[in-house]
């Protein structure tokens, strides 16, 4: 099973960009499905984007498309979020996702919260206007 550590967070002004990483320790993480998903205060946890293994299918949450972008490399074992154009409404707590293929990566690349996984610790992305 995979560790995640993500960083990159921080304070950025509307129109700005950010590069959230998400680290992954221990054995397999190639194997995984990989996904961000973002809690703005008050709110519940919600899908931004993920990818799938080999990296050949993404899903972008309509909020994101066209500014987020989410590279992953399996040979560092890690997985990116670049987040473009931010807005003020992009204001969250950002975490980094891991599944097994098979049904759980299904539910995550269809921008669903799985309801097993590992998850990272978050990372605090703020954005003023």
């Known amino acids: 099973q995979v560790q995640l550590v993500e960083s990159g967070g921080g304070s950025v002004q509307a129109g700005g960009s950010l590069r959230l990483s998400c680290a992954a320790s221990?054995?397999?993480?190639?194997?995984?499905?990989m996904g961000w998903f973002r809690q703005p205060p008050g709110k519940e946890r919600e899908g931004v984007a993920s990818?799938?293994?080999?990296?050949?299918?993404?899903y972008y949450a309509d909020y994101v498309k066209g500014r987020f972008t989410i590279p992953r490399d399996n040979a560092e074992k890690r997985l990116y979020l670049q987040m473009n154009s931010l807005k003020p409404e992009d204001t969250a707590t950002y975490y980094c996702?891991?599944?097994?293929?098979?049904?759980?990566?299904?539910?995550?690349?269809?921008?669903?919260?799985?309801?097993?996984?590992?998850w990272g610790q978050g990372t605090q992305v703020t954005v003023s206007s």
């Open positions: 996702a891991a599944v097994p293929s098979g049904i759980l990566c299904d539910l995550l690349l269809s921008g669903r919260r799985p309801p097993q996984g590992v």
């Open positions: 221990g054995v397999g993480y190639a194997t995984y499905c």
């Open positions: 990818i799938s293994t080999g990296g050949d299918i993404t």
